[in-house]
């Protein structure tokens, strides 16, 4: 595993430098990235629970940087199809996984899950990611 990090820019939901985002922080292990975070009461939707737009984004970011931590490239996401399997009530502390699924020529093929501290599955998301041209790549910190 290497320490969880976020990166060193102004991503809403990765970058260390955004005072507004999600500041995840991810970690790497030998076949998945793994991110911990408790959902804080701004990010509410219906009452006392989690914003669908905020589990979609943490399910999509997490797939994303499966992708560049375990095979380095740049991607965008091309297609996410989300699946909502229980509510996430805020303060809960969540554990999102990512994988990649299948690594093809210019398609990225991921998968990512959202389960809480007991193991409780709550989302669950595939998504097909595009590579890019970009020589920046991203900074942990």
Same mark, same amino acid.
């Given at each position: 595993? /290497?320490?969880?990090?976020?990166?060193?820019?102004?991503?809403?939901?990765?970058?260390? @430098? @955004?005072?507004?985002?999600? !500041?995840?922080?991810?970690?790497?292990?030998?076949?998945?990235?793994?991110? *911990?975070?408790?959902?804080?009461?701004?990010?509410?939707?219906?009452?006392?629970? /989690?914003?669908?737009? $905020? *589990?979609?984004?943490?399910?999509?970011?997490?797939?994303?940087?499966?992708?560049?931590?375990? $095979?380095?490239?740049?991607?965008?996401?091309?297609?996410?199809? %989300?699946?909502?399997? +229980?509510?996430?009530? *805020?303060? /809960?502390?969540?554990?999102? +996984?990512?994988?990649?699924?299948?690594? !093809?020529?210019?398609?990225?093929?991921?998968?990512?899950?959202?389960?809480? !501290?007991?193991?409780?599955? $709550?989302?669950?998301?595939?998504?097909?990611? %595009?590579? $890019?041209? @970009?020589?920046?790549?991203?900074?942990?910190?």
């Amino acid at each position: 595993m /290497t320490e969880y990090a976020g990166t060193n820019s102004n991503c809403f939901a990765c970058g260390v @430098n @955004n005072d507004k985002g999600l !500041k995840l922080r991810f970690a790497k292990f030998e076949n998945y990235v793994e991110t *911990i975070w408790t959902v804080p009461e701004h990010f509410q939707g219906w009452d006392n629970l /989690t914003h669908g737009g $905020i *589990i979609s984004m943490i399910l999509d970011e997490t797939m994303s940087h499966a992708i560049f931590k375990l $095979i380095g490239d740049n991607v965008v996401t091309g297609e996410l199809s %989300v699946r909502f399997i +229980r509510p996430l009530f *805020i303060g /809960t502390t969540i554990v999102a +996984r990512g994988y990649v699924e299948h690594d !093809k020529i210019r398609l990225v093929e991921a998968r990512s899950e959202i389960h809480d !501290k007991e193991g409780n599955l $709550i989302a669950k998301a595939t998504g097909r990611f %595009v590579r $890019i041209e @970009n020589k920046r790549k991203l900074e942990y910190k």
